[in-house]
T-cell receptor
Framework: EPEVTQTPSHQVTQMGQEVILRCVPI?????FYWYRQILGQKVEFLVS????????KSEIFDDQFSVERPDGSNFTLKIRSTKLEDSAMYFC????????????FGPGTRLTVL | KNEVEQSPQNLTAQEGEFITINCSYS?????LHWLQQHPGGGIVSLFM???GKKKHGRLIATINIQEKHSSLHITASHPRDSAVYIC???????????FGSGTRLLVRP
């Protein structure tokens, strides 16, 4: 059964460093999402991506964040200069064209900023 | 104000009990997800529904669009059902998900 994959499963970085979180969506899906979950809090929407551009982003998704689909299979989230408060679980999700609106989630990347 | 409210926040049950988790929302939606999150953190979609009722094994999900309310039921609960259950709505105007805070379920043997 096709699934969304994410790498790495856990990333530890120093404050101020750049990190890239990688996702491989389900192959025939065209809509991609990043969500994050700070420990003990609810999952929050970060950004949605379709047709090689951002379709919507939240207030959290500031200039330190960027997304890219570099090669037609990977979907990446870059944080340019990490802050302590970026420590969270980051989930990638993808879905197909309507009416197939169900989102499928990757296993998540746990980011720890020291 | 939270757009998606879940109750209860925590629930402890004995194995075999019938469990109900509720979700109310205040925004226009096109559909609603029920998700399961295990202690390792991964999220699995259990159901997506926009009307009526869906059943998968011992899990049943219902939604009442007019009342803006959904319920997740687990029949004959088992310790392996212990997890966090999250309600997430798909906004009418976009397809992003807005999440509830989750219900932490513990089923004791």
């Amino acid at each position: 059964e096709p699934e969304v994959t994410q790498t790495p499963s856990h990333q530890v970085t120093q404050m101020g460093q750049e990190v890239i979180l990688r996702c491989v969506p389900i192959s025939n899906h065209l809509y991609f999402y990043w969500y994050r979950q700070i420990l003990g809090q609810k999952v929050e929407f970060l950004v949605s991506f379709y047709n090689n551009e951002i379709s919507e982003k939240s207030e959290i998704f500031d200039d330190q964040f960027s997304v890219e689909r570099p090669d037609g299979s990977n979907f990446t989230l870059k944080i340019r200069s990490t802050k302590l408060e970026d420590s969270a679980m980051y989930f990638c999700a993808s879905r197909g064209l309507p009416p197939y609106n169900e989102q499928f989630f990757g296993p998540g990347t746990r980011l720890t900023v020291l | 104000k939270n757009e998606v409210e879940q109750s209860p926040q925590n629930l402890t049950a004995q194995e075999g009990e019938f469990i109900t988790i509720n979700c109310s929302y205040s925004v226009g939606i096109s559909a609603l997800h029920w998700l399961q999150q295990h202690p390792g953190g991964g999220i699995v979609s259990l159901f997506m529904l926009s009307s009526g009722k869906k059943k998968h094994g011992r899990l049943i999900a219902t939604i009442n669009i007019q009342e803006k309310h959904s319920s997740l039921h687990i029949t004959a609960s088992h310790p392996r059902d212990s997890a966090v259950y999250i309600c997430a709505v798909i906004m009418d105007s976009s397809y992003k998900l807005i999440f509830g805070s989750g219900t932490r379920l513990l089923v004791r043997p």
